[in-house]
């Protein structure tokens, strides 16, 4: 899978994806920081990668919609420590092991995967 990591992460957890064998870039590497939600994820969809953040707008599938995206990730946990976002990666890249993101939004938290898909009232 083709990843993008919002300056929000912890540039260390791109390390753990490589290492799973994603393609995986940050935001910092790409010189984007300060990039506006709104452009980050046109970035995202123009390149073909998955958005993942801790920022809870991209959980806003009416102002972001995952439709149409190579998906949404959003990572919740109890704190943002780096021992708990690398449990949430961990999960993460065990979940890409069974199934693609792609047109969903992912929301991953310690143990387990929220896949927000869209229904037919939306």
Not at 5 to 33: I, Y
Request: charged share 30%; proline share 6%.
């Amino acid at each position: 899978m083709r990843i993008k990591l919002d300056e929000n992460l912890d540039v260390r957890l791109a390390l753990f994806l490589k290492e799973a064998e994603h393609d995986t870039t940050t935001v910092q590497e790409q010189g984007l920081r300060g990039t506006g939600d709104e452009a980050l994820y046109e970035i995202c969809k123009v390149e073909d990668r998955i958005l993942m953040s801790l920022d809870l707008h991209f959980s806003n599938v009416l102002r972001y919609p995952p439709e149409g995206t190579p998906g949404l990730i959003v990572l919740r946990g109890p704190n943002q420590l780096f021992p708990t976002m690398r449990v949430l990666v961990e999960t993460l890249i065990d979940a890409l092991t069974r199934e693609s993101p792609a047109g969903r939004l992912w929301i991953v938290e310690p143990g387990r995967l929220r896949i927000h898909e869209e229904t037919d009232s939306e």
